[in-house]
Every structure is written in structure tokens, then in C-alpha cells.
């Protein structure tokens, strides 16, 4: 049993790990160093939790097994999930994040004088709107965060599901929200506690289900900086400065991955959550005029003999390279294309992929040095001098409408500029439209040789054809 | 007159928020997937309240509702929990690698 100053300054210093784990990331040399901050921070959160309490009756024993337990499951996961899955898989453990909270906050309601909140009926005012709003935070956090997992597996259709008065739906279920964390305060009574709880669960699955698949980077950061906001809220709750900071650290970094994904694709934050993108068939008419354009396509030798004749080539993935699974085939070819002496880089769109950073780890995976991965600011001036573009998978982040046609839904967003290479390789299964549905315009470029096959296997044959 | 504790709470959450934001924007973009794994996990340390909970039933029933909502969110965080360290280890540590390879 210790006293609860001391526990206090334990929670201080495990929080103070926690902001360490965050600051490693800054470069992937001190990361692993960061992980084990993070860790540490953990075991000392959760000791001295035990030793606060003190007391110890024979329900330890089943705390330690579902530790144990949920360890278990946690670790298989962990160890069992591919890389190209990253995206479902953050989308669920943040639900797990939510629901935990609105556990909490349940336990924390239904038993206040275990955490010094007062009693039953009676509870201390401050808390019971702490623990209120961290309860329907959580809840929003789980059920749009399972509407995330849901379309980001393809279980469910990643087209956005609009209807009218959507909006309007969802901001008098917001407000009804408030009312009733308002009359719980006055009655205290139980009903109003679990309707709070209803309510914010339906408005999470609302809020989700009417933002398209290509903004799913801008979801998931939203979601991860929700879990933190419901974090926070538990956090006033039990008075526990862990919590607090971790849950501000965490909400501020869910917002900042947010706003830098939204400006990657030139679109504002509230738009997204509105939703509705991908929808329209606005450009349908000139998707028509164009597919009457003549396209170039080739085969693997055609490419193979390309990029051997060249002297730089600039690699483009996308998530259509992680759905094929090509990024070892990718490297494989890029390890041929070096042996003859060719400088070989890759770019990277911040919103390539499904979330952010996706394609990093993917090539990370692939062995694929992360100092020969550039980001898009950094490397864009690179594509006039470079003879052939390699795009695999990608497609509306090279789109050269969003710099030319004001009419465009992407117009203003920021893109590769592989038009710029001496030739470039579009691999692609069709030439059917990206997930913002528009045309690329690349397609019809002169310079462009469109090769139609599955990603990976059209790699593999380039690598064949590279002997 | 003295001060509310709350404020001091709020003081900590405000200044904790600045942190955050200063910490994340020097994260590189190429580790923002570890990031948020790496967020989720600690965001998991809301199994203190888990324990808490689920450690409050009376002796003689271990098992009464609130205790078992306790229970409930300590599986939930410590999946979190596990999942998301190993998780961004196994991450990281393919940054590692090739730094190794190179050299």
C-alpha cells in the first residue's frame, strides 16, 4: 500500500515515458529506444496501481488471468497480422480503446465510492460530467471505429452511405446528447446514463459510414485522436495524471495525422466528416470523351527494356501495390535495376495507401532502405530529371488534373509530378477510375505505357525479363 | 481561497496537449503508422481505471456488475495493450534491418 502522493508522482513519471515513446519516433534510430519508454511507462502505471490499492481479496487472481488472457490475444495478433493489414488492424484495436473507456466509465457509475467520486445517487457533479462525456466519447470512438475496421476489410462497401438530413440527424443526436448529460447531473438517474451511452454508440456508426474509402487515412487519425480525447475524459474522472497526459498526447497526435492528411489531398477537415466523397458521377461525361483517346499499353519486356536503358528511375507505390501484396516482388526488381547501375528512389504521397505512413512500412517490410524513401515535397522536383516513373498501385495521387482542371473534385491537391519523366510505367489492372472517380489523365499521355496486369505479377515478370 | 484540484488536472491536460503537439509534429512522416500504433498502445493505460474497477467488489461477491465491467475493459486494454507494443516493435524493428544491410 502506498499513499496516494507517491502513486501520484508514479503516474507523473509514467506519463513523462509516454511523451519519450512519442519523441523517439522523430527518427527511426531512436524509435525502438522510444518503444521501450512506452513500455516501461506501462509497467509502472499498472504496479502501482496494484500497490495503491493494497488490499487484496481473491478477485487478483482473475485481474492477473485476463491480463494474462488479453496479453495472449493481443500478442498472437501482433505477431500473426500482415503488414498490408496495419490499416483494419489499427481501426480495431482503436475500438478496443473505446469500449474500454465506456467500461470504465459504466464501472465507475454504477460503483462511484471505489473511486472516491461519492456514492450512489450522490455522485460528486465535476465527476459525473467527466465520466460522462468520456463514456459517449468511447462509445462514438468504438462503433465508428468498427464501421472503419468493417470497411477497410471490404466486409463492408467502402462507397460512402449517404441520405438526407444526415447531417442534421447527427447534430440533434449530438445535442440530445448534451441535454441528457445535463439532466443526468440533476436526477442522477441511471436511465439517462445508459441512453447517453445509446445514443453516442449510434452516432458513431452515422459519423463514419458517409466518408468514402479514399479518406480512410483522415478517418483513422480521427478515430486515434478520439480514443485519446475518451482516454482524457476517464482520466478527469479518476483523477489520474497518466491518463490525462497520455489521453492529451494522444488526442493531439490523432489531430495533427488528421489536419496533415486532409491538406495531402487539398480538402478541409469538415468536408470529410461530411462526407459523400467518391459519390458523384459528375465526371462521367468526361470520362466518355477520353476513353475515346488512344492508350498505349505494353508488356513486361517492354518495361523491363525501358528501365534498362535508363539511368533513373523513380518508384511510385500505392495501395494497389499492398492490396497485390508486390513489395517484395517490387524489390526485387529495383535490387536487378541497381546491379546495372541504376539510381533508383521511391515516392511517397502522404495519403498513398490507407493510412498514414502505410506505404513506408510496407517497403520497410520489403527491406527496402528507408533513406531511399522520399516524401513528396522532397522528391517532386526530381521527376523532370528522371527517365522512367514506375507507377504500381497508385493512381489519383499522379493525377495532373488536380493541376490543371479547376473543375476537378481533386483540384488543389497536391500530386506527384511523374507526367515530368522522360516515360512512364502505369501498372494497373483496368483502366478504370481511381476511388476519387475521376479519370487520370496519365493514361492518355504520349509518354505514358500503360501495362495492364495484377501488380505483383506483372513485377515479377519485369524481374524475369531483366536477366 | 484555495484552488480547485480540478484546475490543477486541467493545467496538466492543457500543458500535456502542447507537448503533444510539439513531440508529433517532429515524428517522421515515415513512422506515422508506428505512431499510431505506438498511441494506441499507451492510450491502453486506461486499464489503471479497468483495475481499479474490477478490484472493488466486496469479498464475499467478487463478481457484482460494476467489478465485472472492470474485468471486461481489462481484457479489452490489455489486448490493446500487448497487441500494440509488439506490434510497433515488429515495425520498428524493420527499420532496423536495413540500416544493418547497408552498412
Not at chain 1, 480512410?216 to 487519425?221: C, E, G
Request: net charge neutral.
Amino acid at each position: 500500500m502506498i499513499s496516494a502522493n507517491l502513486s501520484a508522482i508514479f503516474y507523473l513519471i509514467s506519463g513523462i515515458l509516454f511523451i519519450l515513446a512519442l519523441r523517439g519516433l522523430s527518427s527511426p534510430d531512436t524509435s525502438r529506444q522510444g518503444n521501450y519508454f512506452g513500455v516501461i511507462g506501462m509497467v509502472i502505471a499498472i504496479a502501482v496501481t496494484f500497490l495503491s490499492i493494497g488490499n487484496f481479496s481473491t478477485s487478483i487472481i482473475y485481474v492477473f488471468l485476463l491480463l494474462i488472457f488479453g496479453g495472449a490475444v493481443g500478442s498472437f495478433i501482433a505477431f500473426r497480422i500482415p503488414m498490408t493489414a496495419m490499416p483494419e488492424l489499427v481501426a480495431g484495436f482503436h475500438s478496443l480503446v473505446g469500449l474500454a473507456a465506456v467500461f470504465v466509465a459504466i464501472a465507475a457509475f454504477l460503483n462511484p465510492s471505489a473511486f472516491n467520486l461519492g456514492s450512489i445517487g450522490d455522485i460528486k457533479l465535476a465527476s459525473l460530467i467527466e465520466m460522462s462525456i468520456g463514456a459517449a466519447v468511447g462509445a462514438i470512438t468504438f462503433s465508428g471505429s468498427i464501421i472503419a475496421f468493417l470497411k477497410l476489410r471490404g466486409i463492408m462497401s467502402g462507397a460512402p452511405i449517404t441520405f438526407a438530413g444526415q447531417h442534421y440527424l447527427n447534430l440533434i443526436l449530438g445535442i440530445t446528447i448534451f441535454v441528457l448529460i445535463f439532466y443526468l447531473c440533476k436526477s442522477q438517474s441511471e436511465t439517462f446514463f445508459w441512453t447517453v451511452i445509446a445514443i453516442s454508440f449510434l452516432v458513431g456508426v452515422l459519423l463514419i459510414i458517409p466518408i468514402g474509402g479514399a479518406d480512410m487515412p483522415v478517418v483513422i487519425s480521427m478515430l486515434n485522436s478520439y480514443s485519446g480525447w475518451a482516454a482524457a475524459g476517464i482520466g478527469f474522472t479518476l483523477e489520474n495524471t497518466a491518463l490525462i497526459i497520455t489521453g492529451a498526447l494522444v488526442g493531439s497526435s490523432g489531430a495533427i495525422l488528421s489536419y496533415i492528411m486532409c491538406k495531402a489531398m487539398n480538402r478541409s477537415f469538415i468536408s470529410v466528416i461530411l462526407g459523400g466523397f467518391g459519390a458523384d458521377n459528375s465526371s462521367s461525361a468526361t470520362k466518355d470523351k477520353q476513353d475515346q483517346k488512344p492508350v498505349k499499353s505494353g508488356n513486361a519486356e517492354d518495361a523491363a527494356f525501358l528501365m534498362k536503358n535508363a539511368s533513373s528511375v523513380i518508384i511510385v507505390p500505392g495501395y494497389g501495390m499492398a492490396v497485390a501484396q508486390a513489395q517484395h516482388a517490387l524489390r526485387e526488381m529495383v535490387d536487378k535495376l541497381k546491379k546495372n547501375d541504376i539510381k533508383v528512389t521511391y515516392a511517397i504521397h502522404p495519403v498513398a495507401g490507407r493510412m498514414p505512413g502505410h506505404m513506408n512500412v510496407l517497403l520497410a517490410e520489403a527491406n527496402v532502405p528507408y533513406d531511399e524513401v522520399f516524401e513528396l515535397e522532397d522528391i517532386n522536383n526530381d521527376f523532370a530529371n528522371s527517365d522512367v516513373a514506375f507507377v504500381i498501385g497508385a493512381n489519383d495521387v499522379t493525377n495532373p488534373v488536380a493541376k490543371t482542371d479547376p473543375k476537378s473534385p481533386i483540384f488543389g491537391m497536391p500530386v506527384l509530378d511523374v507526367e515530368k519523366c522522360k516515360s512512364v510505367l502505369f501498372v494497373k489492372r483496368s483502366l478504370s477510375p481511381g476511388y476519387a472517380g475521376i479519370d487520370n489523365e496519365l493514361f492518355y499521355r504520349d509518354n505514358t505505357l500503360m501495362l495492364f496486369a495484377d501488380a505483383k505479377k506483372m513485377t515479377e515478370d519485369i524481374v524475369k525479363n531483366l536477366d | 481561497m484555495e484552488i480547485d484540484p480540478f484546475i490543477f488536472r486541467l493545467s496538466i491536460f492543457i500543458l500535456s496537449i502542447f507537448i503533444g503537439y510539439y513531440v508529433v509534429w517532429s515524428v517522421t512522416p515515415s513512422l506515422h503508422t508506428p505512431l499510431m500504433s505506438v498511441t494506441n498502445a499507451i492510450s491502453s493505460v486506461i486499464i489503471v481505471g479497468a483495475i481499479i474497477a474490477a478490484l472493488a467488489g466486496s469479498p464475499n461477491n467478487i463478481f457484482d456488475i460494476s467489478s465485472i465491467f472492470g474485468f471486461l475493459a481489462i481484457v479489452l486494454a490489455a489486448v490493446n495493450i500487448f497487441g500494440g507494443f509488439l506490434v510497433t516493435q515488429r515495425m520498428l524493428q524493420m527499420y532496423k534491418k536495413k540500416k544493418n544491410n547497408k552498412k
